[in-house]
């Protein structure tokens, strides 16, 4: 999304655009005011800034993947840590999910048809934060060939617990409802593998890169409640507003609480 998924909503919201817009059910989180209608000219505008830890960053400790040879092999030269803070060199704070939460464009937006990418290579889960459109398809990868489990769980989906034996390299599951509030997903094989998602009805989101940076394109002009949410800091939310043909800057900081 992003280095991580920033592009993970799919392709332009311009060529998804339905020209009347009267009628359609406003997106979770979106305003029940009646919305003029909004041609593809219009959707020109974009939001875009950073992240950033404040303070001193926690020094997270190695993972002992000793019970597993094969993940103990992949890590050994470089032993992963955890991924609760992970801090780039200018104090961006990395898998951060940020979305639009108001004032959303009354668009259908069709699911794309290229998949979310899960991988589990080195019994590591990457991405570790991303988001996924209703409809999307996750893709789970098992390129280690040993056994994993994908444990999902969604409040407002259907959760599952899929195991993948080491002859199972690829799962498919897709996720129905609007979900904006990021869920787990764990290995209970090995306990250390944890990633978090949640499930859109639009595209207007992200998540921060190595650099704390983020980018949301294709929204008309407007003002809009943007979220950000990260695993241990929590929630803030901001409201902005960008011009037409404009790019409004946000930020956001957090630290340990």
């Given at each position: 999304m992003c280095?991580?998924?920033?592009?993970?909503?799919?392709?332009s919201a311009v060529d998804r655009v339905n020209e009347s817009v009267s009628g359609l059910p406003a997106p979770s989180g979106a305003s029940t005011e009646a919305r003029p209608t909004v041609s593809a000219a219009d959707l020109?505008?974009?939001i875009s800034?950073?992240?950033?830890?404040?303070?001193d960053v926690p020094r997270?400790?190695?993972i002992n993947m000793a019970t597993e040879q094969v993940c103990d092999a992949a890590n050994k030269q470089n032993p992963q840590r955890g991924e609760e803070w992970v801090v780039g060199e200018g104090g961006g704070l990395a898998n951060v999910l940020v979305q639009v939460k108001t004032n959303l464009p009354a668009f259908d937006h069709a699911a794309p048809t290229e998949p979310v990418v899960f991988d589990q290579a080195g019994c590591v889960?990457?991405?570790?934060?991303?988001g996924i459109r209703t409809g999307q398809t996750l893709r789970i990868l098992n390129p280690d060939r040993i056994t994993h489990n994908v444990n999902a769980q969604p409040k407002v989906n259907r959760a599952f617990n899929a195991g993948m034996p080491g002859v199972q390299t690829q799962l498919d599951r897709t996720f129905d409802d609007v979900e904006t509030t990021p869920f787990s997903v764990r290995c209970n094989v090995h306990p250390w593998m944890t990633a978090w998602t949640a499930v859109l009805d639009h595209p207007y989101f992200a998540v921060?890169?190595?650099?704390?940076s983020f980018t949301i394109p294709d929204l008309p002009a407007g003002t809009y409640e943007l979220e950000m949410w990260h695993e241990v800091a929590g929630v803030q939310t901001q409201t902005i507003t960008v011009g037409s043909d404009a790019t409004?800057?946000?930020?956001?900081?957090?630290?340990v609480r």
């Amino acid at each position: 999304m992003c280095v991580i998924l920033a592009g993970c909503g799919g392709g332009s919201a311009v060529d998804r655009v339905n020209e009347s817009v009267s009628g359609l059910p406003a997106p979770s989180g979106a305003s029940t005011e009646a919305r003029p209608t909004v041609s593809a000219a219009d959707l020109n505008a974009t939001i875009s800034g950073r992240v950033s830890f404040e303070g001193d960053v926690p020094r997270l400790g190695v993972i002992n993947m000793a019970t597993e040879q094969v993940c103990d092999a992949a890590n050994k030269q470089n032993p992963q840590r955890g991924e609760e803070w992970v801090v780039g060199e200018g104090g961006g704070l990395a898998n951060v999910l940020v979305q639009v939460k108001t004032n959303l464009p009354a668009f259908d937006h069709a699911a794309p048809t290229e998949p979310v990418v899960f991988d589990q290579a080195g019994c590591v889960y990457r991405p570790h934060v991303f988001g996924i459109r209703t409809g999307q398809t996750l893709r789970i990868l098992n390129p280690d060939r040993i056994t994993h489990n994908v444990n999902a769980q969604p409040k407002v989906n259907r959760a599952f617990n899929a195991g993948m034996p080491g002859v199972q390299t690829q799962l498919d599951r897709t996720f129905d409802d609007v979900e904006t509030t990021p869920f787990s997903v764990r290995c209970n094989v090995h306990p250390w593998m944890t990633a978090w998602t949640a499930v859109l009805d639009h595209p207007y989101f992200a998540v921060t890169g190595p650099d704390g940076s983020f980018t949301i394109p294709d929204l008309p002009a407007g003002t809009y409640e943007l979220e950000m949410w990260h695993e241990v800091a929590g929630v803030q939310t901001q409201t902005i507003t960008v011009g037409s043909d404009a790019t409004a800057e946000a930020s956001f900081a957090v630290s340990v609480r």
